[in-house]
């Protein structure tokens, strides 16, 4: 029992460190407080909080719903589009429905969005470099880890000469884990979307080139499911730490006018506009790292989050979102990935034993017509879908 009450100590005493040193410590936009915040607005329960959880949850059945229902709904969308319309008409609900896209325009952008996101993080890494910073402005380096400097721009041409891509793969998770230790675990959930970076190099080949770049099903499934638990994991520090996003809101209101986010806190208290922009932003941020992790129109997730941080970018922030690449990078590998089959394994194994089924039931229907015996059609026509490289 003495040895359980001293681990749980220590980590109690870890965590509070972290989270001491997370509250001062200056990320890379402003985000001191201008104005006093309503901390009850978090830590007691109230109407507006149980606004934004069951709109959440909403949300989360009415997706959830559309996803159940979606073969029929593309069925039904396809039917209706005039004859001439419809064979386009049948590759954009396929890329909406996360089905396989079997446009020649769709593989060329395909495989030059994977070559552009797979070099995209090694402009990160060199304006980290640059700037004295590690992987981003939320980790600051010092005259004794200069040297991580250097092994920063290394890695940033490996990337772009694409040499020895696992070794990088490598060296990303090892600066994560480094910072874990050198800045604690709550300033790390800034990081976490480098482990989907960094898995995809470790998956690839050691010299890659354009034609032989190809982003397999398995490293699809992985890197949104590391996606969809960083996602979450940034959700809830911005419930937790909620007066750096809101310090960030009273330097750019702007970034409180995005209309998906208000979708979560329209219509509570406009007296707390800040609170509650917060709150639902985190909650967002959990949702789509629910819908990422379970696989659900994991396209059109990916391309309206990439939108929203190409929009702060561009748009709200400037060059201080770039670490924002980093992500956008793997949503792009994900959204435009041509991935044909089912992630379920489940699904998977019932779809194969159809397969075998309906092999057995032809077998059966030519050795009925070598005898004489009439032959009965198929209840229904198989789909065979795109081959994909395993």
């Keep these: 029992m003495s040895r359980m009450k001293w681990i749980y100590s220590i980590m109690v005493g870890w965590l509070s460190w972290s989270v001491q040193h997370a509250l001062a410590h200056e990320r890379w936009v402003p985000n001191s407080l201008i104005h006093p915040v309503n901390p009850d607005i978090f830590l007691t329960p109230s109407w507006g909080m149980a606004s934004v959880i069951i709109r959440t949850l909403g949300f989360f059945i009415f997706i959830a719903s559309l996803w159940h229902w979606r073969r029929p709904i593309h069925s039904l969308i396809v039917r209706l589009t005039p004859q001439r319309c419809r064979g386009f008409m049948r590759e954009i609900c396929a890329f909406i429905f996360d ?3 079997e446009a020649s325009w769709f593989r060329c952008i395909n495989q030059y969005l994977n070559k552009f996101a797979v070099r995209v993080p090694a402009v990160v890494l060199m304006y980290s470099a640059a700037t004295q910073n590690l992987m981003m402005p939320s980790f600051p380096l010092d005259a004794k880890t200069s040297i991580f400097q250097y092994a920063q721009v290394a890695l ?17 998770l090892g600066l ?10 709550i300033v790390s959930v800034d990081a976490l ?26 490293q699809v499934r992985w890197m949104r499911i590391i996606m969809g638990i960083s996602f979450g994991m940034l959700g809830i520090m911005k419930i937790l730490n909620f007066e ?56 059109m997730i990916s391309l309206s989050v990439s939108l929203m941080f190409a929009k702060l970018m561009i748009y709200d922030l400037g060059w201080l979102e770039i670490p924002h690449l980093y992500p956008v990078s793997v949503l792009i590998i994900i959204c435009f990935s041509n991935i044909a089959v089912s992630e379920n394994p489940g699904m998977q194994r019932r779809a194969s034993d159809r397969a075998r089924a309906e092999t057995a039931q032809a077998d059966s229907l030519g050795l009925a017509a070598d005898v004489g015996e009439p032959q009965v059609a198929a209840p229904y026509e198989t789909y065979e879908p795109h081959a994909i490289h395993r």
């Excluded at 490996?158 to 793969?169: A, H, N, Q, T």
């Excluded at 994560?176 to 675990?185: D, I, N, R």
């Excluded at 917060?278 to 129109?297: D, K, P, R, S």
């Design 176 to 185: 994560f884990v480094y910072t874990l230790f050198a800045y604690g675990p």
């Design 193 to 218: 979307p480098l482990l989907a970076l960094a898995y995809v190099y470790l998956t690839m080949p050691s010299r890659s080139g354009l034609r032989s770049l190809v982003i397999r099903h398995t």
């Design 99 to 101: 089905e396989a896209v």
């Design 156 to 172: 940033g041409l490996m990337i772009l000469m694409e040499l020895m891509l696992p070794i990088v793969g490598y060296g990303l």
């Design 244 to 299: 750096l996003i809101i310090g960030v809101s009273d330097h750019a209101p702007i970034v409180m006018s995005d209309p998906l986010i208000k979708l979560f806190w329209l219509g509570t208290d406009p007296q707390f506009a800040r609170e509650w922009w917060a709150f639902g932003f985190g909650m967002a941020e959990i949702l789509t790292g629910v819908l990422l992790i379970a696989g659900m129109f994991k396209r």
